[in-house]
């Protein structure tokens, strides 16, 4: 079936989110990476197997990813920020997640702001650094524990700020953490749910539900793939969706993205949030600028789930607040219960706009 491509930015750099059957838009970002922290000497394997089993409350769908349980258990949210640059790959742990935030930051990649409640990972990284958005992202995953490492000095302090449980490389969970040396630092930093539960015991509130959920998608178009051109090659991105797995199936660079485990990362919802990005004082290493995306307010959503995309807009009405997705009509839109990545897709310039066509 043929794919179609609609909308463009105006300084000639295209990014395309194609569908089959139906145009839709086109988005520019541009995104980046931190210098990690020093070594430690531990060793490469994950601080602990990630395997205790947290009590449980009387509810039996995940709060998060409205999957049907035995048990949902009775402890916070976990945000672990996790490195996307190609010398991280492959990953470890992003399948277990409920939700994945992919962030823009500075030098054209991305970063994830992975979300973990009712499913543990034995291994979670490469573990990287803070940004400005993500203290005002957390509040609405309850009072979650927020895993990193390291961050410039404003961000460090606008994370204290935050309402969230500081469990950082850095910080009191350092133990939590472990170097793997068949990497290369700073890509190299591993840690494991159970690790930093264990560090954050006591600590933190339990997440509401945050989205509606159904088995069927209510209207919407056909799509089968979603294009989104963070930065050609390093952080160019397709989702496909297929039938058989149900799931959208990522791709990277042209090819499977991969896990460690050797598991195409998979996700039941994709929503491209379309983000205004403003910036900042901080400058890496390499002359970067660093942009804070700015994720309270409104503007244009596309929610992809079974094989389908319905048009409409992200609201955030405060900080504590949850970012809702509604459809022409006013209506949340409904999700499919499973994990949901969110791609926060803007630009850098207060010059480029989204232009449909």
Not at 46 to 52: F, M, R
């Amino acid at each position: 079936m043929a794919m179609t491509a609609r909308g463009k930015v105006l300084t000639g750099l295209i990014a395309a989110l194609v569908v089959a059957g139906a145009g839709t838009g086109a988005f520019l970002a541009l995104s980046g990476d931190n210098p990690g922290p020093g070594e430690t000497a531990s060793p490469g394997t994950s601080p602990t197997d990630g395997t205790t089993v947290p009590p449980t409350t009387g509810e039996t769908v995940c709060p998060l990813s409205g999957e049907a349980v035995e048990g949902v258990p009775d402890r916070p949210a976990l945000i672990v920020k996790v490195e996307e640059a190609p010398q991280a790959r492959p990953q470890a742990g992003l399948n277990e997640a409920d939700v994945v935030v992919e962030q823009p930051v500075e030098g054209n990649i991305t970063r994830l702001f992975v979300v973990f409640h009712c499913h543990d990972a034995e291994r979670v990284g490469p573990v990287r650094s803070a940004r400005f958005v993500d203290p005002n992202l957390a509040p609405q995953f309850g009072t979650p524990l927020f895993g990193y490492s390291g961050a410039a000095p404003p961000v460090v302090q606008a994370v204290g700020r935050g309402d969230l449980v500081d469990v950082s490389y850095e910080g009191p969970a350092v133990g939590s953490y472990a170097r793997d040396p068949s990497r290369e630092s700073p890509h190299n930093l591993f840690t494991s749910t159970g690790a930093l539960y264990e560090a954050g015991a006591g600590q933190g509130g339990r997440p509401d539900a945050l989205y509606p959920r159904s088995d069927k998608p209510t209207g919407g178009k056909k799509a089968t793939t979603i294009h989104l051109p963070f930065q050609v090659p390093l952080a160019d991105i397709t989702w496909t969706w297929s039938k058989p797995d149900g799931a959208w199936l990522r791709s990277i660079g042209g090819g499977p993205h991969l896990l460690e485990d050797g598991e195409q990362i998979r996700a039941a919802n994709v929503i491209v949030q379309q983000v205004e990005q403003e910036p900042t004082e901080i400058v890496d290493a390499g002359g970067n600028r660093s942009y804070e995306v700015i994720v309270i307010g409104t503007g244009k959503a596309y929610v992809f789930r079974n094989g389908k995309m319905i048009v409409g807009t992200w609201v955030k009405d405060s900080l504590s607040g949850p970012t809702r997705y509604l459809d022409a009509d006013g209506n949340e839109i409904e999700l499919a219960p499973g994990t949901t990545w969110i791609e926060l897709y803007g630009n850098q310039s207060n010059t480029l706009r989204f232009q449909p066509s």
